[in-house]
């Protein structure tokens, strides 16, 4: 399992993930789960995806692939808008989970992925989807602003309690490093190193990228003010009649 998330504000959009893909006593790897695009100056893409490995890495190279022909076949440069590049990227896994269910069927693998896709395209407000591993999809709302894919419920109430369409890029994204610091913490499945990326809205380029090991001195400051704050507020909470 691995947890991404995304965050839709008016300013533009954070993305953050983990890059865990399998645990153990001794088999822990990690692989990227955030691919951006930007290969004209009028779109910018970024995915995020969960699921089988090979699923996800698959669905990169085709759209990568796609992106390098010449013959005028669909690809994210000729996409007019944000939620045919859903639909594109559903068909594309799809695609690949099904050149695969034989191998599933005799292994009793699960091949099915999960993705997070964000971006904007010149003329059109920047947007998010959650796209399934049946390759439908939903967009993100002003009521519901944040999208998350794989281990999602630990990280969940932090972004419930802060996260609201008009917060601050930069807020949102120490609410996105808190939201993966609380899943690391319950679930073995969700490690280190961590990706936050920020795109602002009417740019096309990514504002902000950093990847956070488990040691990077401003992680462990944000991980040790969360502990303390959450501490002293617990302190702080009423007592009981009966307590003296």
Known sequence: MSYCLSIKLDAGIVFASDSRTSAGVDNISSY?????????????????????????????????????????????????????????????????????CDVMAQSGANMEASFILGGQIAGHPHETYHI????????????????????????????????KPDTNVNDAARCALVSLDSTMRSNLSVGPPLELAIVKKDTFKLERHIVCEVDSPFFVEVQNRWREGLVNAFNELPRFDWEE
């Open 32 to 100: 990227s789960k955030m691919h951006t695009f930007v290969t004209t100056n009028d779109r910018i893409f970024i995915l995020l995806g969960v699921g089988n490995l090979g699923t996800t890495q698959a669905v990169v190279n085709l759209l990568q692939r796609d992106l390098e022909q010449t013959n005028g076949s669909l690809n994210l440069n000729n996409i007019n808008y944000m939620f045919d590049a859903a639909h594109y990227i559903g068909e594309l896994s799809c695609r690949v989970q099904n050149m695969r």
């Open 132 to 163: 399934y591993p049946e390759g439908n999809y939903i967009t993100s709302s002003p009521i519901h602003p944040f999208l998350q894919i794989g281990e999602t419920k630990y990280g969940k109430p932090i972004l419930d309690r802060i996260i």
